[in-house]
């Protein structure tokens, strides 16, 4: 009952609700990036490069299975059928995604950063002595000792 109760107040705090609707948010969030991604801009960096489709870039690292019938070329089938494979083109289109995802995020909290009242400084210590009164100090100790 205890462990019932102090997961409550764990799940009370704050901190713990902001964190839930955050990643609740970012995952939506990742599914627009991955969207824009793989609709828009592989598409048009596929057009520049002259019809390139980057999805279905990969090299072969294990021989076809004699009974696979589909088409050599297909990434998504050939994997499908266990075939071992690097699949570059993939992870082209994952490393966009991140970026775009960090870039967006940047901007965010560059914002969030910009909106936020700055924290008051924090009072000056008093200052001591200089360095110049410290020497000043010390000459005349060992004048009189």
């Given at each position: 009952?205890?462990?019932?109760?102090?997961?409550?107040?764990?799940?009370?705090?704050?901190?713990?609700?902001?964190?839930?609707?955050?990643?609740?948010?970012?995952a939506?969030?990742?599914?627009?990036?991955?969207?824009?991604?793989?609709?828009?801009?592989?598409?048009?960096?596929?057009?520049?490069t002259?019809?390139?489709?980057?999805?279905?870039?990969?090299?072969?690292?294990?021989?076809?299975?004699?009974?696979?019938?589909g088409?050599?070329?297909?990434?998504?089938?050939?994997?499908?059928?266990?075939?071992?494979?690097?699949?570059?083109?993939?992870?082209?289109?994952?490393?966009?995604?991140?970026?775009?995802?960090?870039?967006?995020?940047?901007?965010?909290?560059?914002?969030?950063?910009?909106?936020?009242?700055?924290?008051?400084?924090?009072?000056?210590?008093?200052?001591?002595?200089?360095?110049?009164?410290?020497?000043?100090?010390?000459?005349?100790?060992?004048?009189?000792?």
């Amino acid at each position: 009952m205890a462990m019932l109760t102090e997961f409550k107040t764990f799940i009370a705090r704050g901190n713990v609700l902001d964190l839930a609707v955050g990643v609740i948010i970012g995952a939506a969030f990742g599914k627009i990036v991955t969207s824009l991604t793989e609709d828009v801009l592989m598409p048009v960096v596929g057009k520049i490069t002259g019809g390139i489709d980057f999805s279905s870039k990969f090299i072969l690292l294990s021989d076809i299975p004699a009974s696979y019938k589909g088409s050599e070329t297909d990434y998504a089938a050939l994997k499908k059928a266990g075939v071992a494979m690097l699949g570059y083109g993939s992870f082209v289109t994952a490393v966009i995604n991140f970026l775009i995802m960090a870039f967006v995020i940047f901007l965010l909290v560059r914002q969030a950063n910009k909106l936020m009242p700055k924290a008051p400084e924090a009072p000056l210590a008093p200052s001591g002595p200089t360095e110049v009164e410290l020497l000043a100090e010390i000459r005349d100790a060992l004048k009189r000792g």
